[in-house]
């Protein structure tokens, strides 16, 4: 019996083929797993000895970590009491299609045994589930709005943020109306790759930008490097209805086309309202309904996305304590006149318009 591969073999194995080599993949792995850890509530200090903590508790630690090989994590997962050791393995080795990842968990059928239950019921009750359900139509779509546009994540967004050619018109028609000057400090919410920043960093102001994706923040960076070495830029990790930076800081405040991702919109532009200076002024670019479906807010993000009519965003901005609140033509098709693009798409942008600015002062 000791040499039955069954009982010898660890509580949970998955295996995954990956098309990068292993240095690359296990890179990525390392990242995305911290980062949606983070997301659920629980923090991982990528070291060896780093501790694994839910909320202020600690239940594990970081104990080998090769990077491009193996990262285990020594977890005891019942904090109420005497624990088994649950050992989590990462490991990636070279593969036929570049590398082949596999996950073991050790000792988690002792965990579920010690209440009555069997690996069984677990995998069939609770992991199956959980795995099968971000096949189902609305969590794959959450997962692709996320990836490219609601929190841009991965090599392609990192590509297409680095130039976001749809994104010029509204960048330029924002620039045209809040007309930066040296003596401005400018805060940017949602600043996705940096490309907007690179651009409003020309009028000689400094600026904060903030992001919630790790990855935009890392284009952003690349994009403005001068400027941050100089003192002139400071990039943020962090949400917009909890911006991480001072009240009444800043004489300006953009934020391009993502007012219609934020949970709550007032909340965002509250936030917005805070960080201004008396007098400090907004522009916020938003999408009226008539984008929904079309290649500016195609599916799956169109049903994940909140578009707005003129009249709602300057409601929003009035609850959130702006005044002077009013709402102008993005004029997409003339902006993409002078950014240079190509006649076809300053077709598609003439034929759909439907963009929005929000244009508000702090009293």
């Known amino acids: 019996m000791a040499d039955d591969p069954a009982i010898a073999s660890p509580s949970l194995v998955l295996r995954f083929p990956v098309p990068r080599p292993p240095a690359e993949a296990f890179a990525v792995l390392a990242d995305r797993l911290t980062d949606g850890l983070r997301r659920l509530g629980i923090q991982v200090d990528p070291r060896v000895g780093g501790a694994l903590k839910e909320g202020p508790q600690e239940f594990g630690r970081l104990t080998t970590w090769k990077p491009g090989e193996e990262l285990v994590l020594e977890m005891r997962p019942i904090t109420w009491g005497e624990s088994p050791t649950v050992t989590v393995r990462l490991q990636v080795v070279p593969g036929p299609a570049g590398s082949l990842v596999t996950l073991e968990a050790d000792g988690w059928g002792t965990v579920l045994e010690a209440f009555g239950g069997g690996p069984l ?13 971000q096949l189902a139509p609305s969590a794959l779509g959450d997962w ?128 917005m309202h805070r960080a201004l200076a008396p007098g400090g002024r907004i522009a916020v670019y938003g999408s009226s309904p008539s984008l929904r479906g079309t290649p500016a807010a195609p599916e799956p993000i169109a049903s994940r996305v909140r578009f707005f009519e003129a009249e709602e965003l300057v409601s929003l901005a009035r609850a959130a304590g702006f005044t002077d609140a009013r709402v102008e033509p993005a004029e997409e098709g003339k902006y993409a006149r002078s950014a240079g693009l190509p006649a076809e798409l300053v077709a598609v942008f003439d034929g759909l318009g439907g963009g929005y600015l929000l244009l508000a002062r702090k009293a």
């Not at 019921?121 to 359900?133: K, M, Q, S």
């Not at 300006?252 to 007012?259: F, K, L, R, S």
């Open 121 to 133: 019921d677990w995998y069939a009750g609770t992991l199956l589930p959980a795995v099968l359900r």
């Open 144 to 271: 692709v709005t996320d990836r490219k546009a609601r929190r841009p994540t991965g090599d392609e967004a990192m590509t297409t943020y680095r130039d976001p050619v749809y994104h010029w018109p509204n960048f330029l028609s924002i620039l045209d109306r809040i007309q930066l000057s040296p003596s401005d400090r400018l805060l940017e919410v949602a600043c996705g790759g940096g490309a907007f920043l690179h651009k409003a960093l020309e009028s000689g102001c400094t600026a904060v930008a903030v992001d919630h994706s790790p990855d935009m923040l890392l284009v952003a960076r690349e994009a403005n490097r001068t400027a941050i070495e100089s003192g002139r830029l400071v990039l943020r990790e962090g949400e917009a209805d909890r911006l991480p930076v001072p009240d009444a800081a800043f004489t300006c405040c953009v934020c391009t086309g993502a007012i219609g991702f934020f949970p709550d919109s007032v909340a965002a532009l509250r936030e």
